[in-house]
């Protein structure tokens, strides 16, 4: 009877989850159109600092420039996650750190390639290795690691551990990928604050600023989604392996 009780609580959480996910999803989707209907159809035409207009592929920095920053994000989530676990050894907070470092490779690995179709058209190259392509190479490459760490892993306990102090000592490559065009010279433009020998600029413009609000917003809403949907992925995956090893 206590089973039953525990099973029908169980399910009912479940479906509530569900529930919110799926109000997220709806939002995310609603805010997403509103993103890609100002990108194509709300913005002026976009000009450089002597006048010329720029081409249109330099739409492509509104949701590059968003899912960048979203990943910092994703992977901020992995490392405040990993701390908490290796304090209190709660298995939320690693299903946490996992979810956000799944989610985060794959912004990661669209800024990788939004920004190689960028660079096509302005430098005539999908890669050079420059400082800021080469460190949000390597983050990329340090968050996939950590999810080969994962599955490469069994035993659940040793697992979490492990990728917990990974998570904290892989966050390195954060502020080395954000502050790089900031502190080295570089062929990556920078769009917002100063640079010592790189290209500068900015956004100018209510609508310019509006659309990549917009973008952000999206963008957040989507890493939530996801987010949401693996958390609860995760914790389904954890409660089958519990009564697994539990018969």
């Known amino acids: 009877m206590c089973f039953i009780f525990n099973l029908s609580r169980h399910v009912n959480k479940m479906a509530s989850n569900s529930r919110k996910t799926g109000v997220l999803a709806v939002a995310t989707a609603s805010v997403m159109f509103l993103a890609i209907y100002m990108l194509f159809f709300y913005l002026p035409p976009i000009k450089d600092e002597a006048g ?12 590059h420039m968003p899912i960048a920053i979203i990943s910092y994000l994703a992977f901020g ?7 908490l676990y290796l304090r209190d050894k709660s298995l939320k907070w690693d299903i946490y750190a996992r979810s956000a470092a ?11 390639v939004t920004g190689s179709i960028w660079a096509k058209d302005a430098w005539g190259w999908y890669w050079i290795w420059d400082l800021r392509l080469t460190t949000s190479l390597v983050l990329f490459l340090v968050y996939l690691a950590y999810t080969m760490l994962r599955k490469a892993l069994e035993e659940p306990e040793k697992r979490a551990r492990l990728s917990a102090v990974f998570g904290i000592l892989g966050f390195i490559s954060v502020p080395l990928s954000f502050f790089s065009i900031r502190l080295w010279r570089s062929a990556h433009p920078l769009m917002f604050g100063g640079n010592t020998g790189g290209s500068g600029g900015g956004l100018e413009g209510t609508a310019l600023q509006l659309t990549l609000f917009v973008n952000f917003i999206a963008y957040f809403l989507l890493f939530l989604t996801l987010f949401s949907v693996k958390v609860q992925n995760e914790r389904m995956e954890e409660e089958l392996d519990s009564r697994r090893y539990a018969e």
């Open 52 to 63: 010329e207009v720029l081409s249109g592929s330099f739409r492509i920095f509104f949701f």
């Open 77 to 83: 989530v992995v490392f405040a996650a990993s701390i």
């Open 102 to 112: 799944e989610v985060g490779t794959l912004f990661a690995f669209l800024v990788l």
